[in-house]
């Protein structure tokens, strides 16, 4: 990784060297409550003399990982998230694939795929779902419905609810902020990360990026840098190609390789994805409550999952997602007649 100082370090070396650096993987601070019961963070961090170097090192890694700049980042939030032991440490990857997770949790149910949902009627006895697909439209019944829609389709307005949602459960979801989540992924027909270099922070924009073919045994090289908030801000206003080249660029100068160039490369910006609108969500100063609202059923007939409900040390994430849906499905479960 690149250090403030310019010198490039393994991420232990940098860790044992600089206790400044260390401090903000480690998060071993003496926490004291946030002003006023929440602030942003970068003032929370200034609060307790982080310097330019260590705001700078939290931007890119802790902020750019939550998906939202630093300023907007609710400090409650984020003291949760790094003292939360809940969900075990580390990052695991599904050898098989995430498939393997859908196919699990999809077992013996009929999933109707391809199906647009428009329109969500809970003004009867029961809930009334309007819904497309390519043969044409369609209307399912239930007494109940586990609403698992991403946080930026419920926003978009895109669904739509009759009657509308109570005043409370709109605010709260208007509120949560869906963050902007982009990737650039490159492909090489050679080796370029240096042997045992997995992955680097850069100090230019995209900050983060790794090998998903490290330890692979594959030819050549895949590369993916992962950029959220005002980064992907940034490089999306450049337009696809600006942005794949303006990450090339970077990359070519992080590795002293000027001729550098992929064989093929991709933009995916999760915003501009009509399913998705947004990469995943984030706790806005004074939030801290937003995401228990918005799984508040609502008259025993809507229920919520999706990571943006699941409690906030685990939301943002697949295992808060999954973790959602066991709550919705055992709240139906004790509200049955
Ligand atoms: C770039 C990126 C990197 C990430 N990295 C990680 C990571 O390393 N580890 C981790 O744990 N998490 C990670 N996440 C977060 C994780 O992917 C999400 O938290 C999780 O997938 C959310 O699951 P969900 O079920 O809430 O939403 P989704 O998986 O988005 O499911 C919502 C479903 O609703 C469908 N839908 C949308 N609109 C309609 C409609 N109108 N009608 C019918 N269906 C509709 C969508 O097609 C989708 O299938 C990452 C996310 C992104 C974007």
Request: aromatic residues 8%; negative net charge; charged residues 20%.
């Amino acid at each position: 990784m690149r250090l403030a100082d310019g010198s490039l370090k393994t991420m232990r070396e940098a860790r044992q060297l600089h206790p400044d650096f260390d401090l903000t993987r480690s998060w071993a601070l003496n926490f004291v409550p946030p002003k006023d019961g929440d602030e942003p963070l970068t003032d929370y961090l200034r609060g307790l003399g982080f310097s330019d170097d260590q705001i700078q090192y939290t931007r890119r890694s802790w902020a750019n990982a939550a998906c939202e700049a630093l300023e907007r980042i609710s400090a409650a939030a984020s003291i949760q998230d790094m003292t939360d032991t809940t969900a075990g440490e580390g990052d695991f990857r599904i050898l098989a694939g995430y498939d393997t997770l859908i196919e699990h949790v999809a077992a013996g149910l009929e999933i109707h795929l391809n199906t647009v949902v428009k329109r969500i009627d809970w003004s009867g006895s029961d809930v009334r779902v309007e819904a497309s697909n390519a043969v044409g439209d369609l209307v399912y019944r239930a007494d109940r419905v586990v609403i698992a829609l991403p946080l930026g389709v419920l926003q978009s307005g895109k669904v739509i609810f009759s009657p509308a949602l109570p005043a409370e459960k709109q605010d709260a979801i208007d509120r949560l902020i869906m963050g902007v989540a982009i990737k650039l992924l490159y492909v090489f027909d050679q080796r370029v990360l240096p042997s045992g270099i997995g992955a680097f922070y850069s100090p230019h924009n995209p900050p983060m990026w790794w090998s998903p073919t490290f330890t692979r045994e594959v030819n050549g090289e895949a590369i993916t840098a992962f950029a959220t908030g005002d980064w992907a801000r940034e490089l999306i206003a450049l337009g696809d190609e600006a942005a794949l080249q303006a990450g090339l660029d970077v990359l070519r100068r992080e590795l002293g390789l000027p001729d550098l160039q992929p064989i093929a490369s991709h933009f995916m910006n999760w915003a501009a994805e009509e399913f998705s609108l947004g990469g995943y969500s984030v706790v806005p100063v004074g939030g801290m409550n937003l995401r228990a609202q918005i799984a508040e059923p609502v008259n025993s007939k809507l229920f919520w999952a999706g990571e943006h409900t699941a409690k906030n040390p685990w939301a943002a994430t697949v295992h808060g997602a999954y973790a959602s849906g066991k709550r919705a499905a055992s709240e139906i479960l004790n509200k049955a007649d």
